[in-house]
C-alpha cells in the first residue's frame, strides 16, 4: 500500500488521505475536502481515483466529495448507517467486510463514539509496510475526538477497549486531523511527568513538523492519556477534577472523566 497524507491548512487542521495499490496505481481518496488538492495530488503521483471513502458524515470530511466523484468517475462508499446523511452512497460499509481497490484490500471497523455511524479503515501489513489504522475522528494523535455532537463518550470507550487498545505496538495511525501538538499539552496536564510526552512536545517545539509526523499505536499508549487509563496518576486526576471517589474508577469511568475534562480544557 503507497499512502500519501493530506494536511488540508484549514482552520479546523483536516487530513485527507490518498491509498494507493504499488501495482494498478488505482487509490481510494479518504475524506476528501478539499478537492482540488486532492486531485492534483494523485494527478502529481499518477493514482487514478476510484473510490471515496468517508470516515463519517461531518461535512469537514464530506465536503469535497462531489466534485472528487464528478472528476474521476469515483465510487462513494461509507458506513452503511450513514448513507441517509451523507448524499450519493453508492455502497454501505459493515464490520469486518473488506474494501478493495486494484490489489489493496482494506478492513472496515465500525468504531462509534465521536458519531454512531464511523468508520475506520484497517490495512493488516505486508512485506514492505507496516499496518495501518485510518481512523477518521476517534482516535487522534495523542487524544480522542470528541463525543458532543453526535457521539457518546461511553460507546466511544467501548470502540477503544474492543478494537483498538488490542491493535499490536506497530500499527500507523493516521487521524482526521492534527492536533497532536494541544493534546500533548492535555496529557502533560493529567501527567506532568509523562517523559515521552514531555519529549516529543519539546521535538514540536523545536521545529518538528507535525504534518508529516505519523505515530503508532505503541507510541500511542505512551502520550496519548486516553490509552492511559490504568495509570494511578492520570484516575487521581480525573477523580479530584471532578469530585468523584479515586476508588470507584474503572478504565471506562476514567475515559468518561476524561473526555468532559478535555471538552472545557
Ligand atoms: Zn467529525
Redo the contacts with the bound molecule.
Sequence with gaps: MLVQQIPVRNALRNYMYLLACENTRQAIAIDPLDHELCLKTAADLGWEIKLVANT?H?H??IGGNGPVIEATGARLVAHAQATDAIPNVDQGLNAGENLDCGDLSLRVMDTPG??MSHICLYFEGSDDADPALFCG?TLFNAGV?RCD?GGAPKIMFQTFQEQFFPLGDSVRVFP?HDYIENNLGFTLDREAGNKAAFELKEKFTRGLNAESFVSTIGLEREINVFFRLDQDEVRRGVASSLNLNFRDLDSEKTFIGLRRLRDSW
Excluded: A
Design positions: 463519517h461531518h469537514d470530511h465521536h458519531t475522528d475526538g455532537i482526521g
